[in-house]
C-alpha cells in the first residue's frame, strides 16, 4: 500500500516511503552483513532433496555437494524468481530445501528480512517524527493513528512489504552469484559475536515469575502465542518492546493484562519499563 493524499487536485509524494528506502540504503551494509551471518553453518548441513514427492537426504552435506558443482536447489520446490542460480552460490543455498520441508528463503524472510525491515521502517519512523513532526503527525492522522504509537503507523502505511522486497533484491545483488562458501567465512565473526550475544542475555535474564494462579491462564497463553508470533528475540530486549506490544495487543491483550503477564514472559526488565512508559503515556 502506497500513502497518497489528494489536495487541490495533486497527489503528495508519498515521502514516508521514500524516507524507508533511504534508511534501507543506509543500512545496507549492516544488511549485508547480518545475511552472512545468517548463512554460517548451512555448509555442515545435511543436503536434502524431493524425490517422488518424498523428503530424502542425499548423503552429502550442503557443502560437499557445492563443492562438486552441483545444484543445491530441486526444480520441484523452491521460488522461481531463485531458480537461475549458479550452483552453489549463496541464492542457489536460499533456493533449496532444509531437513523439515521448507525452502531455506522462507527462513531467511523469517529470520533476517523481516525484522531487519521492521526495524529500518522503525527508525525511519523516529527521524520522521523528529525532523518532519508536523507531516509525520498529518500522515498519522490520515492514517486514523496515533502519532506516538510508531509502529502503528508504519504498519498501517504498509511501508513494510514493498520495502522487504527491497532488501532481497539489495542482498541477492550483494551476494546472490557468491559461493555460499564465501558468504559463510565473511559471515564467521558476526556470527560468533551474535551467539555470544544471545549466550549473554539467556544468562542474565530473570527466569519468568510463576503465574500465582488460574486468573491469568488465558492471558498468557495469548501473550505466549503473540511471542512466538511477534520474531522477537528472547528474552525480549527493550528495541523491540514496541514489536512486542504490537503483538500482544494484537492477540486480544488489554493493556492491564499486558502489564499483569509481562513478569510472567522471557523479557528484560527494561524492556518491561519500556512497555509500562509507552502504555502510561496513551
Do not use: K, Y
Not at 542425499?58 to 523452491?78: F, K, N, Q, S
Not at 523481516?114 to 522503525?122: H, I, K, S
Not at 519499563?273 to 509507552?278: D, Q
Amino acid at each position: 500500500m502506497t500513502v497518497a493524499r489528494h489536495s487541490g487536485g495533486v497527489f503528495d509524494v508519498d515521502w514516508m516511503g521514500l524516507l524507508t528506502r533511504e534508511v534501507l540504503r543506509e543500512r545496507g551494509a549492516a544488511l549485508i552483513a547480518e545475511s552472512c551471518a545468517w548463512a554460517v553453518g548451512l555448509s555442515d548441513q545435511p543436503h536434502h532433496e524431493r524425490r517422488a514427492g518424498r523428503l530424502v537426504a542425499t548423503g552429502l552435506t550442503v557443502g560437499e555437494r557445492a563443492a562438486h558443482g552441483r545444484p543445491l536447489a530441486g526444480e520441484e520446490d523452491g521460488r522461481l524468481e531463485l531458480g537461475d542460480a549458479r550452483p552453489g552460490s549463496f541464492q542457489d543455498a536460499l533456493n533449496m530445501l532444509g531437513a523439515d520441508g521448507r525452502v531455506q528463503a522462507e527462513r531467511f524472510d523469517d529470520e533476517v528480512l523481516v525484522p531487519f525491515v521492521a526495524d529500518t521502517c522503525r527508525l525511519a519512523a523516529e527521524r520522521a517524527r523528529t525532523s518532519r513532526r508536523a507531516a509525520w503527525e498529518e500522515l498519522a492522522d490520515d492514517l486514523g493513528e496515533d502519532p506516538r504509537d510508531l509502529l502503528d503507523v508504519v504498519r498501517a502505511g504498509g511501508w513494510e512489504a514493498p520495502l522487504r522486497i527491497d532488501a532481497e533484491h539489495l542482498v541477492l545483488a550483494a551476494l546472490g552469484t557468491v559461493p555460499l562458501i564465501e558468504v559463510e567465512a565473511e559471515g564467521l565473526p558476526l556470527s560468533l559475536v551474535r551467539a555470544a550475544e544471545a549466550t549473554a542475555r539467556a544468562a542474565a535474564a530473570p527466569e519468568p515469575a510463576p503465574v500465582p494462579d488460574d486468573s491469568l491462564a488465558g492471558a498468557l497463553f495469548l501473550a505466549r502465542a503473540a511471542l512466538e508470533e511477534s520474531g522477537c528475540t528472547v528474552p525480549v530486549r527493550p528495541e523491540e518492546a514496541d514489536l512486542l506490544l504490537v503483538a500482544l495487543g494484537d492477540n486480544g491483550l488489554e493493556p492491564d493484562e499486558v502489564t499483569a503477564v509481562l513478569p510472567h514472559l522471557p523479557v528484560e526488565e527494561a524492556t518491561i519499563s519500556r512497555i509500562a512508559a509507552t502504555l502510561a503515556a496513551r
